[in-house]
């Protein structure tokens, strides 16, 4: 970190989707500066770096890591990539801001938890969600007490065919409940305060094996937390590409005196021509006005807070553990048939 400009260093590893949305959110802050992204191929790394202005071009991540200015790195590589770029980054001494999950194995988790808690560097999982306002609203009611004690959670992510089809290439690495209910998962814990301790699941196959890609059609597990309150998590990619959003999810909490309800569906804004009818999302990242807004954007512009002020971030490492654990038994019960504990 420069402490005379008060800027912080970001370098970026990962050139795609999630990159770019980074890239968008980190050149509207003034307190950061964009040195570096490392991308394979190299072409879409250097088209970010046209595009946002960022200093240097890397396809190899450890020139990156060796740069003595770049103070925060923001890991958004596909899921399976995490964990070894985690560990070198910490290794090197670089804050890090990764997309969410953490990693895709528990083993790999605790390794990364362990450098984390020797070294200085601020660790946190993009579980940028929780910077959308109607669930940290939602999060702020239920610990208030407005429905009492939280007793029965179900959350439902199920996505468009293109997802795993189209718009990732790695959709065989992993399954749709590691890359949709793990938001939801790490909410779910949030609203309710509580661990996870035991999970039964079970998957559904066949649509996308018959387009050559052997990852799960859908998913549906059902968990139970420290303190008697279950939730159910139903994770899909197989809509339709005629949905009218890419992303169909909601959100309920029942307590015992209330229920909150998240729809979130259309964000505000409906959109009809004379090929489509489509609800533009809007929560994760939107252009407002030359600036990027958005959840993508609150979650990193709070690790830049963090890092210039020496606190912890909001998204603790622990609870982003607990995330993996719960998944890695979601897929433990898929095989065994059996309820299996987290």
Known sequence: MNRETGTVGVGIIGAGIMGRSHAASAVGDPRVRLRSVAGLPRETAVQLAETYRIETVTDDYTDLLADPAVDLVIVATPDHLHAEICLAALNAGKHVLVEKPLTTSLAEADRILAVERESAATLMVSFNHRWIPAY?????????????????????KNDRIHVPTTMLSWSERTTCAWFLSSHDMDLVGWFLG????????????????????????????????????????????????????????????????????????????????????????????????????????????????????????????????DVIALLEAVHRSIESGQPEPV
């Open 194 to 321: 509580a661990r996870p301790v035991r999970v039964y699941a079970s998957a559904v196959s066949g649509v996308l094996r018959e387009r050559g890609i052997d990852t799960p059609d859908a998913i549906q597990a059902q968990v139970t937390y420290e303190g008697g309150a279950v939730a159910t998590f139903e994770s899909c990619w197989i809509y339709p590409d005629t949905f009218p959003t890419m992303t169909d999810s909601f959100i309920e909490v029942v307590g015992e005196h209330g229920v909150i309800q998240l729809p979130r569906v259309d964000d505000q804004l409906q959109l009809t021509t004379e090929d489509s009818h489509e609800y533009p999302r809007l929560s994760i990242g939107a252009d407002l006005h030359g600036r990027r807004g958005g959840a993508v954007t609150a979650a990193q512009q709070h690790m830049i807070d963090c890092i210039l002020e020496g606190r912890p971030p909001l998204v603790d490492p622990q609870s982003s553990r």
């Open 136 to 156: 940290a609203q939602a999060r702020a009611e239920i610990a208030a007490g407005r429905i009492g004690r939280p007793r029965l959670a179900y959350a439902r």
